[in-house]
């Protein structure tokens, strides 16, 4: 019989829950009296090795819940494995990541490192698909043998799990929309990373998102943020005529200061490089960044006004 299953279980895991509903429906964040009096020895995150056991279970639900059927297979009591689209899924893993000996994730797993780990979920985002339609195997307590998938709701829900783990983890991560391990955003700064570039110039929004690209990939060096600031400065020096109409000539000079004097680009004996490199690149980071961002929405709004006079 032809039929629709949506995977309750996947809702309703405990796994990765960090706010319940109040008494209003509203979600709160909750925590535990070992947190609030400072006495929990993973209060700022867990292990890797932790992290690593709870999505190994995350994953095995969403196998039993027919999330990597069409893709890996799925075992039926009368036929045995059936295969799904990739036949052999450790030649597939060192064809695509280049590595050995992460297949299968449930005995592999004791022995990932956090590269290892971080391939995997690349890897599983890529070949995730949600179960839509399938048959009952009634025989032996079969299950669900499922017939069409829809990658995009499939992705979205492997996202969405992949991240409650990672929010558990000691050091800040999480996977993007187009299924990247990417550092999260400094507290107060998530916003930025989602907000749309407001400009049609492609010169402008290929090298933002290069840059932010670069800047947020796991294992980036400081070399690599480094560069990824002096690509938003010469984003901010491509726009500077523009600049020079939209604040004060000292604003604008003063904009260019750090970017030229630290170390950041027009290298000399002249330029400051004695500072704490990891903490000042992330401020000027998000310093260039927040303001392209608010250039770009005043060009944006003044071309519009422009616009409106003109008609």
């Given at each position: 019989m032809l039929q629709s299953c949506s995977s309750e279980r996947l809702q309703r895991s405990p796994v990765t829950a960090k706010l319940s509903k109040g008494l209003s429906g509203a979600e709160v964040e909750h925590s535990y009296y070992s947190q609030r009096e400072g006495l929990?020895?993973?209060?700022?995150?867990?292990p890797l090795a932790d992290v690593i056991e709870?999505?190994?279970?995350?994953?095995?639900?969403?196998?039993?819940d027919g999330y990597f059927h069409e893709a890996f297979g799925y075992q039926c009591v009368d036929a045995g494995h059936i295969e799904g689209k990739i036949a052999d899924i450790e030649l597939e893993m060192l064809l695509s990541i280049r590595k050995k000996k992460l297949w299968p994730i449930e005995k592999a797993a004791t022995t990932f490192s956090e590269d290892d780990f971080f391939d995997v979920l690349e890897f599983l985002f890529q070949h995730v698909s949600k179960p839509i339609e399938g048959n009952q195997h009634d025989w032996n307590g079969c299950g669900m043998h499922w017939e069409t998938f829809n990658q995009s709701e499939g992705r979205a829900a492997f996202r969405a799990k992949a991240n409650g783990v990672l929010e558990l983890y000691a050091r800040?991560?999480?996977?993007?929309?187009?299924?990247e391990v990417l550092r999260k955003a400094e507290v107060g700064f998530e916003p930025i990373f989602d907000a749309d570039v407001p400009s049609r110039d492609t010169n402008v929004v290929s090298r933002l998102s290069a840059s932010v690209l670069r800047y947020r990939r796991h294992g980036s060096t400081l070399d690599d943020r480094r560069h990824a600031v002096r690509?938003?400065?010469?984003?901010?020096e491509y726009l500077r005529p523009r600049v020079k109409t939209l604040l004060t000539t000292n604003d604008e000079r003063d904009l260019f200061k750090i970017a030229n004097n630290f170390g950041i680009r027009h290298l000399n004996d002249q330029q400051k490089?004695?500072?704490?490199?990891?903490?000042?690149?992330?401020?000027?980071?998000?310093?260039y960044l927040a303001t392209i961002h608010v250039v770009?929405?005043?060009?944006d709004h003044d071309d519009g006004l422009s616009g409106q006079k003109h008609r």
């Open positions: 929990n020895p993973n209060a700022k995150g867990l709870l999505f190994v279970r995350v994953f095995a639900q969403l196998q039993r800040p991560f999480e996977l993007s929309a187009a299924g690509d938003l400065a010469d984003v901010l490089t004695n500072y704490d490199s990891a903490l000042w690149l992330s401020w000027m980071f998000y310093y770009l929405r005043k060009i």
